[in-house]
């Protein structure tokens, strides 16, 4: 049977090297600015030069729609996310989240302990920017690009299917969950400086939350069931001409001193300001690890995993998160990846399929071994390989050759992308 290649730790030393390179921004831009185009240029250039010798693009070319169809329903989720995020902020206005107090995390009064108790050199190793946003996403398409090494179960397009799959499922109930309970930041500077928002609290708030915030209006209100309260008249709202998407005039709250399209202003949403539980940058980070974990196990995953928890703690040290929002994130995560192995088979089923192979030409194979045809033996098992994982059906020349080229540049494509639009984290 032909031998894939061997799984060392030549993907591990890769993924290890782009965060080292990387982390140079901070230690010296000089020999940054040197070596991070040469690492990705020759990363890239490893890449397409394994091309020619892939055996897998059948499986590649039958993971192509589900891949897309991932793909657009991530986007989806992600646009639904950004007019949560944009919404939950400006439904209470810039003057709440000032006055807002922090709520009590034990995770955060740890961290300022430990910087007391720990050595100094600790401490500065747990404060490093070592490993952002746009690090485990790289890394995620690092791994992905391994199937041209055969370091990963193919197919390739099957992987990231899964990941943004479960990436879509992820914010969609991140969404959900932060919009249903607001949670005031743990910056409570955060909102004045990012949003341009009105600083009066949206009508619906004004009527059914600002009267009845103290023990005594609140009780009333679980007496009667109902707002009781006389709040008079309402502070207009600005209402631009948005078309077909005015209807996201009360969601999104433009000010008549941003005349910015809602597309502009979802744009301006980015993470977000009051606590959004849980953490976005979290559940990525776990989804990577968990894509490594189960296609790369080893020394690199458990390195991956140490980032995992170091980029937690920082979440948290650095008042982005509450510490509830990272520990959410990571069994989210968790348990999300293990749903969705539908996408992505796992290396067993694959096992599986070549052991059926191997029964039904089992005679066959004793035969030739008898009469010593080594070629024949040869032929059967190479056979096994490329109808487990290529199947029966032929694809025209063209698709042979093109479907190749165009994912490789589409991939790469992603990659840059992925890095530009996250490189701020």
Known sequence: ?????????????????????????????????????ALWSVLALTAVARVPFYKHWSAEFRSAIPFVASMVFMLLAL???????????????????????????????????????????????????????HHYLMLFMMLAFSVLFDSVTAPGLGLGARYMFTMAIGRLLRAITFSSTILPSARPWCAASRFSVPTHPHPWVQ??????????????????????????????????????????????RPTASDDSSWFSLLKKAGGGCNDLMYSGHMLVAVLTAMAWTEAYSGFSSV??????????????????????????????????????????????????????RLEKIQSRLVQAAKDSDMAQVRELLEGVELRTQEGPKKR??????????????????IVLLAFTLTSDG
């Open 207 to 252: 009527k059914y939350y600002v009267p009845y915030t103290d023990s005594d209006s609140i009780r009333q209100v679980l007496n009667l069931d109902m707002a009781y309260a006389d709040t008079g008249e309402y502070l207009g709202e600005h209402q631009p001409d948005w078309g077909v998407m005015s209807f996201l005039i009360d969601f999104l």
């Open 1 to 37: 049977m032909r031998r894939s290649l061997p799984r060392s730790g030549g993907l591990g030393l890769a993924a290890i090297s782009y965060v080292a390179v990387d982390y140079l921004r901070h230690l010296s831009p000089t020999w940054h600015a040197r070596l991070q185009p």
């Open 396 to 413: 025209p020349i063209w698709v042979v050759w093109i479907f190749p080229c165009v994912t490789i540049f589409a991939a790469l494509v």
């Open 303 to 356: 390195l991956i995993w140490l980032l995992v928890a170091h980029s937690a703690q920082r979440e948290v040290r650095e008042h982005h998160h509450y510490s509830v929002d990272c520990v959410v994130a990571i069994y989210v995560g968790i348990l999300l990846w293990k749903m969705t192995g539908f996408l992505w088979p796992p290396k067993d089923k694959e096992r599986a399929k070549r052991l059926s």
């Open 79 to 133: 646009l639904y996310e950004a007019v949560s995020v944009r919404s939950v902020t400006a439904v209470l206005g810039l003057d709440w989240h000032r006055e807002a107090a922090p709520l009590p995390d034990p995770g955060q009064w740890l961290l300022l302990d430990l910087n007391e108790k720990l050595p100094q050199p600790l401490v500065d190793l747990l404060r490093a920017r070592i490993i952002g946003l």
